[in-house]
């Protein structure tokens, strides 16, 4: 009888290349203790978005990369926070050697990815437009509101806990908004949306100019690619319904 070869076989296992759901840590300061306390308030804040989510280690804004023993102490803070870091980002060779003496893989094309994740230009982002007028009067604070005036910045984060959130300017690229309730944008929204964050499946996430990079409610989130091509720039209202994500125009 003739034996089969490999490629006369079913294969046991199928393997595709595609967009997956991977969250990017990039490194700023190398300092453990802040980045693991940063990220279990993060899980902490939002458990159905981050417990247990797969994160990217991005060490390309560092003036040198770190060592192995270094990187280590940090991958373990961070599974003690409550993330599971799969990776390394894409840098120069010594971050491939870095990965190798780790056992992890670099993710070539991740670095290109969230550089390109801002539409403004640099010079833009420093000072983010100006956001139309509302048609009706601005909101006031409450006790089952939170009323933020100010730009939210890159790198910045602001939380409402246990009530909605309403911000009164822009949501800057690389910037996070959370909210145990809904979240009500009356500026243009680049950064991330995560409404619902202690599993309230009720809350919704409005703004006036849609540029998202990531929108989540009760831990069921979209990212940048997957979001309506149709809908950039367009007023929105974001919703849960049957456990899925709907992204309409207002």
Do not use: W
Not at 184 to 208: K, P, S, T, W
């Amino acid at each position: 009888m003739k034996e089969a070869s490999l490629g006369d076989l079913e294969q046991a296992g199928e393997l595709k290349f595609g967009q997956v759901g991977i969250a990017n840590l990039r490194v700023r300061q190398f300092d453990v203790a802040r980045l693991a306390a940063e990220m279990a308030q993060r899980v902490q804040r939002a458990p159905k978005l981050f417990g247990r989510a797969a994160v990217i280690i991005d060490f390309g804004s560092l003036s040198r990369c770190p060592d192995k023993a270094e990187a280590e102490s940090l991958l373990t803070a961070l599974r003690e926070a409550g993330v599971l870091p799969v990776g390394l980002a894409f840098g120069a060779s010594e971050m491939d050697r870095l990965a190798e003496a780790l056992g992890l893989p670099v993710l070539a094309k991740f670095r290109v990815q969230y550089e390109s994740a801002a539409p403004t230009p640099p010079a833009a982002a420093q000072t983010p437009p100006e956001p139309a007028p509302p048609t009706a009067a601005p909101p006031t604070a409450s006790a089952s509101s939170m009323l933020h005036l100010q730009p939210v910045r890159s790198g910045q984060q602001v939380y409402a806990a246990g009530r909605d959130l309403t911000l009164c300017n822009t949501v800057g690229a690389g910037a996070e908004v959370i909210a145990d309730g809904s979240i009500h944008i009356y500026g243009a929204l680049r950064g991330r949306a995560l409404a619902g964050a202690q599993g309230n499946d009720e809350a919704r996430i409005f703004c006036r100019e849609f540029h998202a990079e990531l929108v989540a409610i009760a831990g069921q989130y979209r990212v940048m690619e997957e979001l309506p091509a149709e809908l950039r720039g367009r007023p929105v209202q974001i919703r849960l319904e049957a456990g899925k994500l709907h992204i309409e125009e207002l």
